[in-house]
């Protein structure tokens, strides 16, 4: 079967570095895609990795190991309005998205 | 730019009752659009897809249907609830297949409780 890991919950401190981890076993791959979803509201596209490597996006960076089946947000210089649910997802053969069931990150002052 | 509605944001019906949910894009032609349902501290569940007018892929059978009357019309249905039915229903869109990368783009949602 298909199949994403991530951790249900991390706790980190406002101004830290915080990395979420994602491991996945998919029917093919087509890229792996990371979303924020603040409590309470939809999901909005943080970043899409296809290649090995390290994608980054301002305090945001997405790292892709497709040999490994893994993949990490890393977020930096952590504030509270990043606390959130970080949502992972892998496109496989059928061009299907294949969702984890989220992490919650919490930021304390 | 594209952008994605969803009404209502909120409903309350009872057990037994139809529902009718309606989702509109704006500024794009020809869209993928996408049925997701989230429970409470939950994952994303993939309900039902389209890649065009008429053309609904079911990916869980339950009570529940999608049309597509429109190119950037998709509606979910239900002739009777269930208190399972309760949750966070969102749509998506995303560009056809081969046009670039197949980057979802979610509404802002519509929160249903079942009674």
């Known amino acids: 079967g298909q199949n994403i890991d991530q951790p249900t919950e991390m706790t980190a401190t406002e101004g830290a570095i915080v990395q979420i981890n994602c491991t996945y076993q998919?029917?093919?791959?087509?890229?792996l895609f990371w979303y924020q979803q603040h409590a309470g509201e939809a999901p909005t596209f943080l970043s899409y990795?296809?290649l090995d490597g390290l994608e980054e996006k301002g305090r945001f960076s997405s790292f892709l190991s497709r040999s490994k089946g893994y993949s990490y947000l890393l977020l930096k210089e952590l504030q509270m309005k990043d606390s959130a649910s970080y949502l992972c997802?892998?496109?496989?053969?059928?061009?299907?998205?294949?969702w984890g069931a989220g992490t919650k990150l919490i930021i304390k002052p | 730019s594209q952008t994605i509605h969803q009404w209502p944001a909120t409903l309350v019906q009872p057990v037994g009752s139809p529902l009718s949910l309606e989702c509109t894009v704006e500024g794009t032609s020809n869209p993928n659009l996408y049925w997701y349902r989230q429970a409470a501290g939950r994952g994303l569940q993939l309900l039902f897809y389209s890649v065009g007018i008429g053309q609904i892929s079911s990916e869980v059978p339950q009570n529940l249907s999608a049309s597509r009357p429109q190119d950037r019309q998709f509606i979910l249905s239900s002739k009777k609830l269930l208190l399972s039915d309760s949750g966070f229903y969102l749509c998506?869109?995303?560009?056809?297949?081969?046009?670039?990368?197949?980057?979802?783009?979610f509404g802002p949602g519509t929160r249903l409780t079942v009674l």
């Open positions: 997802a892998v496109m496989d053969s059928n061009y299907q998205l294949i």
């Open positions: 998506a869109w995303s560009p056809t297949i081969g046009t670039g990368p197949d980057t979802q783009y």
């Open positions: 990795n296809v």
């Open positions: 998919t029917s093919g791959f087509n890229g």
